[in-house]
């Protein structure tokens, strides 16, 4: 069984900076791409950073230049660090990723930047 569990969000002001964590575990062979996602309340969840196993890399384009997103040395973790932080970057913060033939989603941490 495959786990995605995240780590790192909380409360912010705003221009402050946060990193989040998810970390992948169990029966895994292959991990393709790894992603966060977030949803704000009210709103769909929208695509914030994704990067696959060659490294190749996006973001929404409202994080850009502000938002990195990384893996680990082992590639099981990939982080997302937050600079300069906005409230309407407000929302909660899940994990995906692409293992094997399957796709996974983590629990979700809530970021809340505040004016």
């Known amino acids: 069984q495959v786990q995605l569990v995240e780590s790192g969000g909380g409360l912010v002001q705003s221009g402050g900076s946060l990193t989040l964590s998810c970390a992948a575990s169990g029966n895994i062979f292959r991990i393709y791409v790894m992603a966060w996602y977030r949803q704000a309340p009210g709103k769909q969840r929208e695509l914030v950073a994704i990067?696959?196993?060659?490294?190749?890399?996006n973001y929404k384009e409202s994080v850009k230049g502000r938002f990195t997103i990384s893996r680990g040395d082992t590639k099981n973790t990939v982080y997302l660090q937050m600079n300069s932080l906005k409230p309407e970057d407000t929302a909660i913060y899940s994990c995906?990723?692409?293992?094997?033939?399957?796709?996974?989603w983590g629990q979700g941490t809530q970021v809340t930047v505040s004016s």
């Open positions: 995906n990723a692409g293992i094997d033939d399957s796709n996974y």
């Open positions: 990067i696959t196993d060659s490294g190749i890399i």
